[in-house]
């Protein structure tokens, strides 16, 4: 089956860099998503790492290493509205022809001024 | 505007009652998928279909059923025999894709928020 790992809880400063780290356990691999959600609101995606590396997108980055087994999720210059929780998913590996995704059960990220 | 919408947002339900939740979208997705969430325990799979006429089970499908009559549409019942209903349902829509292409989105609803009463 498949697991993942990530921190429950994180908190920062506005203008402040943090990292939210993801380990995952699959016996096959697709790639690694992240998804933003506010408290009490649907889900939004965020990236999609399917090669090792970085990928950036505005404020927010993603890293990706299949050989460790690990990605992270890099938020730069934190502002109040980032408060929210962060999930790492990767694709269900039971149904090889199935695109549903498996999530980490999130981390909440609480930004301060 | 396209998008999922889920119905209702609110819905309250006593012990041994069967409730239905409404999943629509008009995204032309082939994929759909029910989730619960619970405080603490993220996005659980309930089930998930590829295409009209078919789905398959989650990892918590106990309790539940689905249908998949139409593309726009996958509802799920909540059955008496889910022993804790009480949660936040989502429902997401996705392209359907194979192998190797990107498979990372998923498009969601607002979310039906269920309490037992």
């Known amino acids: 089956g498949q697991s993942l790992e990530q921190p429950s809880e994180v908190t920062a400063v506005e203008g402040a860099i943090v990292q939210i780290n993801c380990t995952y356990q699959t016996s096959g691999f697709y790639g690694l998503s992240w998804y933003q959600q506010h408290d009490g609101g649907a889900p939004t995606f965020l990236s999609y790492?399917?090669?090792?590396g970085l990928e950036e997108t505005g404020r927010f980055s993603s890293f990706l290493s299949r050989s460790d087994s690990y990605g992270y999720l890099l938020l730069q210059e934190l502002q109040m509205k980032d408060s929210a929780s962060y999930f790492c998913?990767?694709?269900?590996?039971?149904?090889?022809?199935?695109?549903?995704?498996?999530f980490g059960k999130g981390t909440t990220l609480s930004v301060s001024s | 505007d396209g998008g999922i919408t889920q119905s209702p947002k609110y819905l309250f339900r006593k012990e041994g009652q069967n409730v239905t939740l409404s999943c629509e979208q008009n995204?032309?997705?082939?994929?759909m998928y029910w989730y619960r969430q619970d405080p603490g325990q993220g996005l659980r799979l309930i089930y998930y279909?590829?295409?009209?006429?078919?789905?398959q089970k989650g990892d918590i499908a106990e309790g539940y059923s689905v249908s998949r009559e139409k593309k726009e549409s996958f509802p799920l019942t909540v059955t008496s025999a889910q022993k804790n209903p009480t949660a936040f349902y989502l429902c997401?829509?996705?392209?359907?894709?194979?192998?190797?292409?990107?498979?990372?989105?998923?498009?969601f609803g607002e979310g039906s928020r269920l309490t037992v009463l």
């Open positions: 997401a829509s996705s392209m359907r894709t194979s192998g190797r292409e990107r498979t990372g989105e998923l498009f």
């Open positions: 998913a990767v694709r269900d590996t039971a149904n090889q022809a199935g695109t549903a995704l498996i």
């Open positions: 790492n399917a090669l090792d």
């Open positions: 279909s590829q295409i009209v006429n078919d789905f």
């Open positions: 995204l032309n997705h082939d994929a």
